[in-house]
């Protein structure tokens, strides 16, 4: 586990790990499993019928955190997971994923994953996904993500997903359908340089009674990179939703949002908003007068706005 300093820079930078994890956790690497460890309420097993694990967090367990980072050292590798996780009752949990490619060849890495949570009553998780490519090779660095989730009554999720960079097209699909008092929260954070290409399609279903869902999209696309947002609310009951994109655009780089909402009830109470722009000159001039550089001050700038 952790055999180099590509493994741990990746790790690091994925999910935050340094050196072995404290509790539960399991480590793919290159097609394989490069560590596992299962803790009383946390129990991970590999699956028999298709590449994957199962993730099951029995009823009450709270303050415990699960990473299951994956991570890409060779050109050529395209794998295709499926982790199922299976959140117990009143629980309160973090999962900490992500994906990293180190890729110095001239063939594809390609991770494709589709991970689907079921969350018991009243239960509540945290969900961090971090992408991340590098490598000097002509070799391409793709990741296409899906994520569906099930909330209970009185679920709720909340999830974190950023694309720190390097990664030369990305597709992402996420559906979370929310029962009675459940709540939803993505955050969602994306950047893109050179000729990268990235695609975001979301769905929130309100289906429960008082249920809430909550995007929040923010986006940088450089160079002659290009993005589409396809945020959806849908309110199939009493609920409360809000949508909210918003781009810094740069050089030759295009971005289409198309945020919507959809209303089946006359008691669901629905909001979106989009907003497309280049950084401000005058934010730009207030950094620049206080010593830095318009390099560093647009840098600083875009760190701030991804934050």
């Known amino acids: 586990m952790m055999e180099n300093e590509i493994d741990r820079e990746l ?27 299962s803790t009383e309420h946390i129990q991970i097993t590999g699956k028999e019928d298709k590449p994957g694990i199962d993730i099951r967090v ?16 060779k050109p050529g590798i395209e794998e295709m997971v499926y982790n199922d996780f299976f959140i117990g009752e009143n629980c309160d949990v973090n999962i900490v994923a992500g994906c990293g490619i180190h890729n110095c060849g001239d063939q594809t890495s390609r991770h494709d994953g589709v991970h689907t949570f079921y ?3 009243n ?32 679920a709720s999720i909340q999830m974190e997903t950023t694309q720190i960079r390097g990664i030369d097209s990305t597709k992402r699909y996420t559906k979370i359908v929310c029962g009675a008092g459940a709540e939803a929260v993505v955050t969602e954070r994306l950047l893109t340089h050179g000729e990268q290409v990235a695609e975001s399609d979301m769905e929130i279903v309100l289906d429960g009674e008082d249920s809430k869902g909550r995007v929040i999209s923010r986006s940088v696309a450089q160079d002659a990179s290009s993005q589409v947002f396809y945020p959806r609310m ?3 009951a009493q609920c409360f939703g809000h949508v909210q994109c918003d781009s810094i655009i740069m050089g030759e780089a295009k971005i289409k949002s198309i945020p919507a909402i959809t209303a089946n009830c006359t008691e669901a109470q629905l909001v979106h908003e989009a907003a497309i722009g280049k950084i401000a000159g005058d934010q730009l001039l207030k ?11 647009e840098d600083c700038i875009l760190k701030g706005f991804l934050a």
């Not at 969900?127 to 793709?142: A, P, R």
């Not at 990741?143 to 989730?149: G, I, S």
């Not at 950094?287 to 001050?297: C, P, Q, R, S, V």
């Open 58 to 73: 029995k009823d009450g367990t709270v303050g415990e955190t699960c990473h299951i980072p994956v991570i890409i050292t």
């Open 119 to 121: 969350v018991g009553r």
């Open 287 to 297: 950094l620049e007068t206080l010593g830095l550089t318009e390099e560093e001050a």
């Open 234 to 236: 849908v309110g199939n």
């Open 123 to 154: 239960s509540r998780v945290k969900y961090t996904e971090k992408h991340y490519g590098e490598g000097d090779g002509k070799g391409g660095k793709i990741m296409n993500p899906q994520t569906v989730v099930y909330l209970e009554e009185g």
């Open 11 to 37: 790790l690091e930078k994925i999910a935050d790990m340094l050196g072995k994890p404290v509790g539960a956790f399991n480590i793919r690497k290159d097609s394989g499993c490069d560590g596992r460890q």
